[in-house]
């Protein structure tokens, strides 16, 4: 009992003193107690800190990115430009030598077609007649159309717009009504591809020697339809003559299209010479155009029925 007594005695001064297990735990448990709330504000403070920026910056910067991405235009398709963006002159595109050899009395019965906007569509037409008294009379009639695509996001190319164009042109030749012995064959040395259509169309007048060249070079197509007929008893011309005449005025019709926008005329001489789709060699300027599929129904290009009929009511 007294040592318990003792025990208890020195374990009370030692707690006064600090001293001894019991007084060093509980000086443990009091500066671990002491500790607690510094450590539990630190964090609570860190982590007001950190939610507190990155709300803040955050809410500062996502806006801005998304305002940046929302204010930026979409990107719009784009095409290649059209190579070629002038029409020469229709009633010029040949020369007075051609005329005169091609069409009695030659320039001097030149007729400009109609035309909105003659940088995209234009034509001319020559016609006469070489009366040779009672023998009869021989007549001629010729005709040029231009017609230039313009590039278009929507519908493509300007060159891809005429090569469809160039190919219903010669489906249209190859079936005309009426058409007697047609014939179809390619031309070499015009643009960048060129067929030549022959049939005959009878009419009251006479049989009518009809010649269709079509040619493509780059975005522009070139229609010439030629025809020929022997009248009040005189023979029907040649059909080989006619189509060599035909083929030799269509390419020479190429080659001012060509000039007319600066480019070389040899540079046009056969397929594949030229600038590839949307080249833009040889441009010349940036047009404003109609669209080009306005420009292709609208076409001043004559058809060969109607060229055949036009033949008759003017002789």
């Known amino acids: 009992m007294q040592r318990a007594a003792q025990r208890e005695q020195r374990d ?47 809410a500062a910067s996502a806006p801005s990115a998304d305002a940046k991405t929302s204010a930026s235009p979409s990107a719009s398709p784009t095409v290649q430009p059209a190579a ?69 996001a929507a519908r493509g190319t300007g060159e891809t717009q005429a090569q469809a164009y160039y190919r219903k042109q010669v489906q249209d030749a190859q ?9 179809s064959q390619p ?40 025809n ?20 030799k005025a269509a390419k020479e019709a190429v080659a001012s299209v060509t000039k007319a926008n600066g480019a070389d005329a040899g540079s046009s001489g056969g397929p594949g010479s030229s600038g590839g789709p949307g080249s833009g060699a040889g441009s010349s300027g940036k047009p404003a155009s109609p669209s080009a599929s306005k420009g292709a129904s609208g076409s001043p290009s004559a058809s060969p029925s109607h060229s055949a009929s036009k033949s008759s009511s003017d002789s």
């Open 12 to 58: 009370q001064r030692e707690v006064r003193g600090g001293r001894g297990p019991r007084a060093k735990r509980l000086h443990r448990a009091l500066v671990c107690a002491a500790g607690v709330p510094v450590m539990l504000l630190a964090a609570a403070c860190s982590s007001s800190d950190s939610g507190s920026g990155s709300g803040s910056d955050g």
């Open 187 to 226: 031309v070499s040395g015009t643009g960048d591809e060129a067929t030549a259509v022959r049939y005959d169309l009878k009419k009251k007048e006479g049989t009518f020697k009809q010649q269709t060249v079509v040619a493509r070079v780059e975005n522009v197509v070139v229609t010439l339809d030629y």
């Open 84 to 152: 070629y963006g002038k029409l020469p002159d229709a009633c010029k595109v040949l020369a007075r030598k051609t005329l005169d050899d091609l069409v009695p009395r030659g320039a001097k019965s030149a007729k400009a077609g109609t035309s909105s906007d003659v940088s995209t569509r234009a034509s001319c037409s020559w016609n006469g007649l070489d009366n040779n008294g009672v023998k009869g009379s021989q007549y001629r009639w010729l005709n040029v159309s231009l017609l230039r695509f313009e590039s278009d």
């Open 228 to 247: 020929g007929a022997g009248l009040a008893g005189d023979k029907a011309p040649d059909a080989d003559d006619l189509s060599k005449d035909a083929a």
């Open 175 to 183: 079936s005309v009504d009426g058409a007697r012995g047609s014939k």
